[in-house]
């Protein structure tokens, strides 16, 4: 009886997930579907366009790609690295231990503390907005979500499987790029899915250091508009055909998202199927 | 002089002491099996001879391990030549995450072994008769290094239509033996086996023991077990622990007929296990 109940539980609070994104998933479609047209992904804003009249976000579509893969791949440099490096095969367990700590706080730091530390250095420095500045913001927000997950299933490889592998007579290093990674590789992969998905739909944390622009940016240099904001400027307008362009903003963005989860799934079950499970 | 020969060894987890003074030669190209109850330092004697034993913390070892007459504790040991030369078999085998034919030349790659070395490893194998090569071509070295390994752990009929398929999908029985070909294709002089046949079913448990009894005309074995038949069936010398302590060593038939320690026999006719 008693586990019928936890079960009865289980389920419920699973439909009630299921139910709830379904519904943001819905609403956005729903609201986002008659204003998606052609030119809204391939036209950069004209004259007039948040009233209501021509043009498109395609500059918030690049601009958001090119700051979250800039971001991810950057990331990716100084994450896999750090991940590696709290293992206790190179690292001793308290200095991981306070360095987990560091990033869980990190990982829980509101974005805007991000986006406004962000904006200190380039004031600092005298930088404007710019793409540059939004990339770089974006990777330290990504970094500890990276390292952390990254680290949780880096250490998950069997400590008998580097045994055997280091009974070959293979060094620390060897052990980790030849076995430790490829083990450890879908794992890896959702680790910066979970950062890109952070990354590309934040908003607070590149509003103050990527700018907003009605241009494709030309160089790093340029500030750069992203879907996040593009969103939150369109559905603060009076319009309701603007409002309309910022679900259609938020699909995209969606869309975006899932494309990119799918894609890079396929991809690590291609390099998965060596795994030991 | 044996390969190997233990002097005094003793091991202590933290402040636990594992093992109490273990001095004992092993006798080359012969099995011997190391006995007794669980947790009494079974695995800790045989981790001990390759230093993987130091991958745990706090682990604290002294005394000497001579293997060829070089001390393996000492600081100017080369621990990947050591490891090289002793081969390694757990006791749930593990494919590494690559495919069959990557798993055995795994190895030789990375301890980037020419053409050369390995026609010349396999001309040995040839002529050590513990297995029969038709015609050495040099063609691909590596090709023929994989056949070779394979065909000697008793493995290569099995496996030879799906040499690139994840080695993760062979039988468990398979996969201790490929575990074993992968061991074997550095060319080890001993091989350390800690329970290699605990997860097997008795069919391929017995393949292993068979592979065994062949491989010690050129490689000296060591074998962790607590199945005293097994012991019977495989080994020529037996090394007896019980709680971290040597209490008896010879040769098979004397120990097992006319044991000289009260616990020995108690241990043979299984009032303690």
New interface residues.
Partial sequence: MEEKIFKGLMLLSLILVLVILAGIIAVVVMKGTPALNLSMIIETPKGGYYLGKEGGIANAIVGSIYLAFGASIISILISLPVALALQ?DYTNRHLANLSRLILDILWGTPSIVYGAFGFIIMVYFGLRASLLGGIIVLTLLMIPIMVRSMEEVISMV??????????????KL?TTI??VL??ALPGIITAILLAFGRGIGDAASILFTAGYTDYIPKSIFDPVASLPLAVFFQISTPAPEVQARAYASALILLFIVILVSVFSRLLGRRFS????? | MPHISLHNLAVNYGTQRVLHDITVDIPDSQVTAIIGPSGCGKTTLLKSLNRLLELNEDVNVTGDVLIDGENIYNPKTDLLALRKKVGFLSQRPYPLPMSIYDNIAFGPKIHRLTDEQIINQIKGLSASDVLEIDNIKNSNAIDMLVECYLSLAGLWDEVKDRLHEPASRLSIGQQQRLALARALAIEPEVILADEPTSALDPISAQLIERQFKLLKKRYTIVVVTHILRQAKRVSDYVIFLYMGELVEHGEAKEFFQSPKDARTRAYISGEIS
Avoid: D, N
Avoid at chain 1, 158 to 171: C, H, I, M, N, W
Avoid at chain 1, 273 to 277: D, L, Q, T
């Fill in positions: 206790k069997p400590q008998e499987l580097k045994e055997v592998s280091y009974a070959l007579g293979t060094t060897e030849a076995v490829k083990q199927k060596h795994i030991v499970r």
